[in-house]
């Protein structure tokens, strides 16, 4: 998993994303049912908000063989995210956004991206997911490669 990130060049990915959304004000007073509707516009809408922790967990179950989690908080009008990765119930591989980037090897701080309306809000979510799809993809040709189907034809 941790070739799978540095060959998307996720830390990169994430340092660039996190110095474009840095605004001056910060949107604080979202509405979560909202902000939960938005999720769904990119194809989650079974994610789930935990009041009690700030956070939405964003639900993706469609393949078996790949468990790929995503949890956010928007906290402050920051975007904290948290990548949760398994192949067959094994290599385990999750963190909070910038610590997955110092286990790749990215030693500098990364501030939490951030916005101050949902329109940018909309935006970084875009982005967000579109990575988290390459890396669900990613891992999913990653399942493929190592397994190997042989199939016999009886005639």
């Known amino acids: 998993m941790k070739k799978v990130l540095e060959e998307l060049d996720f830390a990169d990915w994430y340092k660039e994303l996190s ?3 840095q605004p001056a004000e910060r949107f604080a007073n979202y509405d979560t049912d909202e902000v939960r509707e938005m999720i769904a516009e990119f194809g989650y809408p079974r994610t789930t908000y935990i009041p009690a922790a700030l956070f939405y967990i964003v639900v993706d179950t469609e393949d078996e063989d790949v ?12 975007l ?14 999750s963190g909070a956004f910038p610590l997955v980037c110092e286990k790749l090897g990215y030693k ?27 890396v669900k993809l990613s891992m999913t040709g990653l399942t493929a490669k190592n397994t190997t189907m042989l199939s016999f034809v009886k005639e």
Do not use: C, T, W
Request: proline fraction near 4%; hydrophobic fraction near 40%.
């Open 19 to 21: 110095a474009a959304h």
């Open 67 to 78: 468990d790929a989690g995503l949890s956010m908080s928007l906290k402050d009008g920051q």
């Open 80 to 93: 904290e995210l948290v990548l949760n990765l398994s192949v067959g119930g094994k290599h385990r591989f």
């Open 108 to 134: 500098e701080p990364i501030e939490k991206p951030a916005f101050s309306n949902y329109k940018e809000l909309y935006a970084l979510l875009k982005k967000v997911f579109a990575m988290y799809e390459r």
